[in-house]
């Protein structure tokens, strides 16, 4: 399986990027990751956050891969534990998936029409996270759901 992670702008904390980074190179250990970061839209004075989603969302429809299984990260969408995402990864393979796109939006969140394209909209939490942080939280828990399909002991 190749996985696109789709998200708006650079993390811009040291710090998270690091962590980011730490993760996708352990998760390239099981499946190949490609980052994907679109061009976030800066806020002009007058700009509504649903005019800044939208534009957002066409530098993200244009990322997507064409064939891909695509996850909206979503505070409406489904929570799951560790390893109902292993058991969602595991199913996704078995139903011959070879394409997973995983979209985080911006500051603003994902426009309307990104979430309805999505075959599948997740909840890291009911709390509200920073864009840059979900984006950590997102890829330790795909490490974390790779480690418990390949029978290792990371998950407790």
Same mark, same amino acid.
């Given at each position: 399986m190749?996985? $696109?992670l789709i998200w708006v702008d650079k993390t811009r904390d040291t710090w998270l990027r690091a962590g980011i980074e730490h993760y996708i190179e352990k998760i390239e250990h099981? +499946? !190949?990751v490609q980052v994907l970061q679109v061009r976030g839209v800066r806020f002009a004075r007058k700009m509504k956050p649903d005019e800044v989603m939208k !534009? &957002? @969302?066409e530098s993200i %429809?244009? @990322?997507l891969p064409k064939v891909a299984f695509t996850v909206a990260l979503d505070v409406k969408g489904r929570m799951l534990? $560790?390893?109902g995402l292993a058991g969602m990864l595991t199913d996704l393979e078995a139903r011959g998936v070879r394409d997973l796109a995983m979209v985080i939006g911006g500051a603003s969140g994902l426009a309307p029409e990104i979430i309805k394209r999505a075959d599948k909209r997740l909840s890291l939490s009911p709390m509200t996270f920073t864009h840059d942080m979900a984006r950590l +939280?997102? %890829?330790e828990q795909i490490y974390r759901a790779c480690t418990i399909k @390949?029978? &290792?002991p990371y998950h407790h």
């Open positions: 190749r996985l $696109s099981y +499946i !190949r !534009r &957002e @969302a %429809v244009k @990322a534990d $560790s390893p +939280i997102l %890829v @390949a029978g &290792e």
